[in-house]
């Protein structure tokens, strides 16, 4: 017989005991996964926030980007249709011969100059010094009703009977007169044929 045989273990409080423990261990690990992945989820709504915002501030500040160009360009081509404008007003008035003229005459052997436009005779002076004409000629440019637009103007002289100098300095009045009135084109007539 057996020395044993009355001897008997228990296992169902410590398979009790056992389960108990590996249930507990299951919650704590679902409610950490659970947790996580809540703080997963608002990562990533964190980020997806703040990478709309982002998008958001781009797109609004390339919108005021476009929007600025293409003010900018409106601004221009106005601008451009304003000149053209202006270009064709002064053709058609050059068309009606409101082109504005200066000869250089001799009288008395005193050089003298004369400002016409459209048959109309604007101002006639005697050159006493080289220093005048520039002045002189300034005068008749603010007279001009379109002074600060397009004006059309052409130094008549008759290179037969004109003297050189004069000539120049009347050429050199003119060239000087371009920085203070940017719309203004002359040409040259020699009425004798020779330039």
């Known amino acids: 017989m057996s020395k044993n045989k009355g001897l008997a273990i228990e296992l169902t409080s410590l398979l009790d005991v056992i389960l108990i423990m590996l249930f507990w261990v299951m919650m704590v690990s679902s409610d950490k996964a659970d947790k996580a992945e809540q703080d997963a989820d608002a ?27 293409i003010n900018e360009r409106l601004a221009e081509q106005r601008e451009q249709l304003d ?5 064709i007003k002064t053709v058609e ?3 009606n011969g409101e082109m504005l003229s200066i000869s250089i005459t001799y009288v008395d052997s005193s050089e003298m100059l004369s400002f016409t436009r459209a048959g109309e ?7 006493t010094s080289y220093s005048n004409i520039e002045y002189e000629i300034r005068r008749v440019l603010d007279m001009l009703p379109d002074r600060n637009g397009i004006i059309l103007a052409a130094f008549i002289y008759d290179g037969n009977t004109a003297l050189y100098r004069d000539v120049q300095a009347v050429r050199q009045a003119l060239e ?20």
């Open 83 to 87: 000149m053209l404008d202006e270009y």
């Open 176 to 195: 000087g007169l371009r920085k203070d009135y940017s719309g203004i084109y002359f040409a040259y007539i020699n009425t004798s044929g020779q330039s």
């Open 43 to 69: 990562r990533v709504a964190a980020a997806n926030a703040q990478a709309q915002q982002q998008i958001d501030s781009a797109v609004e500040e390339a919108n005021k980007n476009a929007e600025k160009y």
């Open 93 to 95: 008035g050059f068309e």
């Open 121 to 127: 005779q604007l101002s006639s002076v005697v050159v």
